[in-house]
């Protein structure tokens, strides 16, 4: 089973400007089935044991963005937010990271959505989050 | 793509042409401090540059970028170039008046002698016209064009006046980071008109990790009016050293497992 490549383009300066990740990052993947590819609330369609693996990539060359963290959400009742991440001195100097995985093998079927944390350069208000993309775990 | 990193080089270029070096006149800035630069603001200025993702994202780009203090802004309005009345209205006093050493050279810089400032050209006559400088553009561009006055340690004597361009050139870039092939620099050509569309760049190595040492052979242009009133163009490329800072981290998962990891999933 061939993994699933998320991309993640980040329009760096607007983000910071706007301390939000809303309508300044756009998702997509290489999977034909997942939905609202292009947008900040990309769906993407997977199956248990596949691998995913995350990229970030920013527009402007000079402002780099890399993925601060993926943590998955309680999907029971999940808003959708976006804002400036408020501690992000817990995460480890990002660009170091990679973020790939695999979904669980015992996962039931459904949309399981993540909050993604995207750090451009350094500082108290560097980081965002959104929690607007998500699995979808395919029976 | 890899990480680009842009190093921004101000020189005071007036000060640098007299005290012949680059020494105390050179100010350097980039937008690595977020991976630890050092010096930034200053002459001795140490880029950090983390390879870490070069695998991936392809090995870091370094791009050079030389500014005078007197330099305009380098998004100069289109207009400047494009509308007639523009050019007219340069060539009426006000303007030179206003700023009467920096504007109008700048002028000459970027439309060549299609304004003229204040004066009419001269062509030079007789002996002037005799000299070795025949045929190379020896034309009279008129007063206004000069710095006046200052004692200048590149002015001869009887010397009229001497200018220093506003924009510096990049003419080389080696030292021991081009030797040990920790940096692979050329000149690129761009549509950027500031820079006569050149400017430098190069691709890190990312195989090697270390402070290096590079050396920036600068370019600064100034002219003399001599005695006679002939124009002779002059420059003088000077030395001046940075330093790259190369790091690597060890690659991990963010999920928190040095293996390929479950994704944790509530």
Redesign the interface.
Known sequence: MPPVNILITVDSITALSTGALTENIYLTDDNPYSQDKGTGHLKTNCVRGQ??TW?ALAVD??S?AV?A???????IGVTIESGVDPAPERYV????????????YR?NPGI?HYRLAIQV??GKRSTMFTTSPA?IVAA | MGQQLGIVAVIDIAAAVEANSLQNHIWLVDNGGWEGSTGEGTGTLASAIDVTDAAQAGPPTLNWLPIGVGTLPITVPQTFFLYEDDRTTLTHAPLPAKHPQRFPVRIRNVLGDEVNIKHAERSPTGAEAATALSGKNIHDPGRARFLRGAVSRVAQADDQDVIYYPDPAIYRIGGEAVEQGVIFPAQYGSPELFSDGLYWSATVNPNIQGAFRYTMWITLFYSRRDKRGVVTDHSVTLPHDAWLAISKGGVRSGFLDDTLAIIPVV
């Open positions: 691998t995913i990229k060359v000079q780099p993925i963290d993926i943590a998955f959400v309680d999907d100097k990002p660009r170091w990271l990679t973020w790939s995985g695999i979904i669980p996962l399981y350069a350094s699995l």
